[in-house]
């Protein structure tokens, strides 16, 4: 990212708090809007946090709150577009990729008003980096990233502090996708006096303890009951917006959180990645007054049927392939019919009328595994495997299984919920409609989904992914390159292909202009052998009274509590 | 002292044998039961319905209008239409397709249940009342405990420890607390009968007491059994119904009303017709076993004739 861009950014950020600030407590808002004296935005969950701690952070209501109550070097604003938050703007960047220079701003603050310097970068990633937990890997591009994660070290070689307002990074390899990285919560900085004062695993849960960076402050919280936050007074990034409160009830379920949203006693539903019920999202779109308080956004994932390219998988190019050994590219490739036959025979529409509330919660992919609107995208209607045809999935099956033995005893995994079950249920329709066969449903909990997948040891599974940050590597590193198709990695289908590999590496290292065309490559690559068979990409649902403006989904997360305002009403 | 009179006159109530004197039709208690059963029109407009019901099940063993199982026919939560009268459902199946393919799941799961239970409970009773003793005690006590424990832990019970969800496993499950009441009855009416004078010369003769229970007592207490069967089809069928409502009946996608019903409950607002109509059809089925039930009651309790 160019360093004007950064900064054409940074302006129009600027000048959106500007005018925001203008509204606050009451009074005239942005555009003519007339704010309403209470600036108290009420919401619920239905699961309570797994932690605030940003080092742990992993699932989506957890990563709501974090990115409010903490600040990183760098943030993502509402068109998940990469903004200088603590840095002063983009690294320096050597030539070789692999040195990085980040500058940091000087009147950046805790909200306790402990000044935030390189020190505390350097503990909160070292620290992020030595908990090991799920995103540690933002880290993994430095040097002596192992050495920490595995305990060896109590801090990444890598990293230094050349002043008290400058961090300096090595790589092992240039990683164009870093910056991506480094602005999600794992980087978020920490106060090291905080979580000594609260203890390292429950500073997060008191109030006077979780101490962060960003515009917003906890203010009480009672487990499994309630959450409350406020703006940081005179915060160090700008204006906080118009919100003055935002309370959360934590533990209610979707029907009930529904029906107290009819009641008025909240302001919106979806908010923290919990959005409402399936058939409260139906009954909405079938209400004309009450479809006007429906938002759906596209949201950053996608759901496909993985095929086992390893061992004895009647889908494998060719028999006994071990996991993580080339599977393309060969010449070879006795389980495509079979692939295209599963692929062809499947009607995303129908599938999407059926499993996803009249597409209330779901649009049918046509584009690719990358979901619609995330780079990489390969583009509308550009994968042919993701067209319904029913005469030539029969054909191709037929070729490919003329006495029906490769599907003997082949099983449909997925991990069970409702709509995974629907989904399941509508494949096995499709499939026998369309290919004249029956494939045995065998949902299971997730846990054991995941372990069978990354064993490869399932043949034809539900395989889904939801984008931690916008950049393609975040899928193909973790999914589809032969690292990924090794036993115990995530590449559930085994899939190694030593050309895409490459390219991808070389993508990896540049910078997102001139690796997208690569990353688009290695999507049509994927696409051309199909690999999976993609059935749709996920949407993300919130009822919003109309007084409620600016909250929304950026297709990762929630917008940024500070554009949100209530209105007069 | 009174004298007999010259001539004999007969009074009304003296049996004297005429040629004008009409003697009823000879009829088997079953032609009796039968010419009770028509004059109750209730009872016949339920086995009118279980007739249909029969029928319907034996057709969509074979035919439905589309399968039962294929989802998208056309747009999820379609209401009537002249393609499909009874519409579509959540998963855009044929509803009266599987209406059908669920009166054949209802049938089995109420016929068989009835039958599975009675033999148990018919045997236990039998062997209870003719007995008696340490037979009848143990046989009561084991009535007395499964009367004390829910019908619906038992089965959910049975049906999660089994993990099959076959129709053949919940006819079982179901029929292990339905043989109560069967039990109970047959165990009164053998109390009863084994003091019987047919029984005692049975005995007399030497008649070994397999017979004697096969032969005398038995047949003797077919009809309360017969009613009582008869009222277990309609708990069996709401019993599966409600099981394939939680979730535990039928594997999908095999058609269950309570599923069916079920699946229809979270679109009540917008598209009532998917779960309206599962509950109309097990309300008049229910209803037909119910008053078939009550005729055949009436029919075959020498009490209730007139």
Known sequence: ?569 | MATAPSTFEPGPDSFVATDTYEVGERMSAWEDTWRRLRRNKLALVGMAIIVILVITAIVSSFWTPYDVWRQSLGPTYQGPTGKHPFGLDDSGRDILSRLMGGAQVSMVVGVGTATLSSIIGIMLGLLAGFYRGWVDTLVSLLINVFYGLPDLLIVLLIVAVTQQRGLGNIILAISLTAWLGMARLVRGQTLSLREREFVEAARSVGTRDRWILVRHIFPNALGPIIVQATFVIPAAILFEAFLSYLGFGVKPPTPSWGAMASDGFRSLQYAPHIILIPAAALCITLMAFNFMGDGLRDALDPRMRR
Request: glycine share 10%.
């Open chain 1, 1 to 569: 990212m160019t360093g004007i861009r950064f900064k054409s950014l940074v302006v129009t950020v600027a000048a959106a708090f500007v005018a925001m600030a203008c509204g606050t407590n009451g009074g005239p808002g942005t555009g003519g809007e007339e704010l309403a004296p209470d600036q108290t935005l009420t919401f619920p969950i239905q699961d309570d946090v797994q932690t605030l701690d940003p080092g742990h952070v992993q699932s989506g209501e957890d990563i709501a709150f974090t990115t409010e109550m903490f600040a990183g070097l760098y943030g993502l604003d509402n068109s998940n577009k990469i903004i200088n938050l603590i840095a002063t703007g983009p690294p320096d960047v050597s030539s070789d990729g692999k040195t990085y220079t980040f500058h940091m701003r000087k009147d950046a603050k805790f909200w306790n008003g402990d000044p935030i310097k390189s020190a505390d970068v350097l503990y909160s990633w070292n620290r992020a980096a030595a908990l090991n937990d799920a995103y540690a890997t933002v880290f993994q591009p430095v040097v002596g990233f192992d050495d920490t994660s595995n305990g060896k070290t109590k801090a990444m070689s890598g990293l230094s502090a050349p002043d008290d307002y400058t961090i300096k990074a090595q790589l092992t390899d240039a990683a164009g996708y870093w910056l991506s990285e480094l602005a999600i919560w794992t980087a978020a900085i920490v106060s090291q006096k905080a979580i000594t004062a609260g203890g390292e695993d429950s500073w997060w849960t008191k109030p006077d303890t979780a101490v962060g960076a960003g515009p917003f402050k906890m203010t009480e919280r009672t487990a499994k009951a309630s959450m409350a936050f406020q703006p940081v007074a005179n915060w160090w990034g700008g204006s906080t917006g118009a919100l003055k409160n935002i309370k959360v009830e934590v533990g209610v379920d979707q029907a009930s959180q529904v029906k107290k949203y009819e009641a008025s006693g909240y302001d919106l539903v979806g908010m923290a990645n919990q959005p409402p019920s399936p058939d409260d999202i139906l009954r909405y779109k079938s209400d004309p007054t009450k479809q006007k308080d429906e938002n759906i956004y596209p949201s950053a994932r996608s759901t496909w049927v993985n095929f086992n390219f390893t061992g004895n998988s009647p889908f494998a190019p060719k028999a006994g392939i071990t996991p993580g050994n080339p599977t393309a590219g060969l010449g070879q490739d006795d389980g495509k019919k079979g692939r295209n036959a599963f692929s062809l025979s499947i009607d995303r529409d129908a599938m999407v009328d059926v499993a996803c509330s009249k597409g209330a919660t779901c649009t049918k992919a046509t584009g690719g595994l990358i979901a619609k609107g995330l780079k990489g995208y390969v583009g509308d209607g550009k994968d042919p495997n993701a067209v319904f045809n029913a005469s030539t999935a029969k054909s191709d099956y037929t070729a490919w299984d003329p006495n029906g033995s490769k599907i003997k005893g082949l099983q449909y995994r997925f991990n069970a919920s409702a709509t995974n079950t629907k989904i399941a249920q509508n494949l096995q329709s499709q499939w026998k409609a369309n290919l004249g066969i029956n494939i045995d449903l065998a949902p299971s909990d997730f846990p054991t989904l995941i372990a069978d997948r990354n064993a490869k040891k399932t043949n034809l599974s539900r395989g889904s992914w939801g984008a931690d940050y916008d950049h393609p590597q975040d899928w193909f590193d973790n999914l589809w390159t032969c690292e990924a198709a090794k036993p115990g990695h995530g590449g559930t289908e085994g899939y190694c292909n030593p050309a895409m590999d490459k390219n991808l590496k070389t993508a990896n290292a540049e910078s997102i202009d001139k690796a997208l065309p690569l990353y688009q490559q290695a999507g049509q690559t994927l696409i051309d052998d199909n690999v999976d068979a993609v059935l749709f990409y996920g949407t993300q649902t919130y009822f919003t009274h109309s007084y409620v403006k600016g909250a929304g989904f950026n297709s990762l997360y929630d917008f940024n509590w500070q554009g949100i305002r209530i209105l007069k009403h």
